[in-house]
């Protein structure tokens, strides 16, 4: 949820760029922290960044390595919750679409490949199919920073869409995908 759900919905290191959350009420202006990523640099841990909603087969590899790896294991699924202003009907394809649009990368990250001489960093993803900004509008906590604030919302949401891209190639150096 990129938020402290547990304990109401505030916002935290997780939570995007341009969102509103308690404590962002006029939505966040720093970039969210890569979880991922940062617990991969310990280098003995197995992650994996997933979305039942946008590929089936790859949450369930990522389930299968994850329980089967000699170590610690970290999955970070994308979930839309209620927070977000979408039910349980449209969450699928609201997960589906956070991948298609690049906002949610799928990658498994392996450190028994490094053992073997390959790349540990797997990127699952496609490049981005959908439009970012209509992602953005389908969720509450960017389409409220809109019509509260639209002068604001339209700096943080194209620094918000910036944070994609530049997420997305760091993902695609980190898998030897130029």
């Known amino acids: 949820t990129e938020v402290y759900s547990n304990t109401g919905g505030q916002s935290s290191k997780a939570t995007p760029t341009a969102a509103i959350a308690k404590f962002a009420a006029s939505g966040k202006d720093t970039r969210k922290k890569e979880l ?7 280098g003995y ?4 960044s997933v979305c039942m909603g946008a590929n089936k087969v790859q949450l369930l590899k990522a389930l299968v390595e994850a329980e089967s790896y000699p170590g ?23 997960g589906k679409l956070a991948v298609e649009t690049g906002y949610w990368p ?3 990250y392996n450190p028994l490949l490094a053992r073997e001489s390959r790349n540990p ?3 699952d993803s496609k490049e981005p199919t959908e439009d970012l900004q209509t992602f953005f509008m389908n969720e509450v906590r960017f389409r409220a920073l809109k019509a509260q604030f639209p002068e604001r919302a339209e700096e ?3 620094q ?8 997305m190639a760091l993902y695609r150096k980190l898998s030897g995908i130029y």
């Open 36 to 42: 991922g990523i940062m617990a991969s640099t310990y």
């Open 45 to 48: 841990a197995y992650v994996a």
């Open 72 to 94: 610690p294991s970290l999955i970070i699924a994308y979930s839309p919750c209620i927070n977000h202003g979408i039910n349980m009907s449209q969450s699928q394809r609201e």
């Open 106 to 108: 799928l990658y498994r």
């Open 121 to 123: 960093f797997i990127l």
């Open 156 to 158: 943080l949401l194209a």
């Open 160 to 167: 918000a869409e910036q944070d994609v891209k530049d997420r």
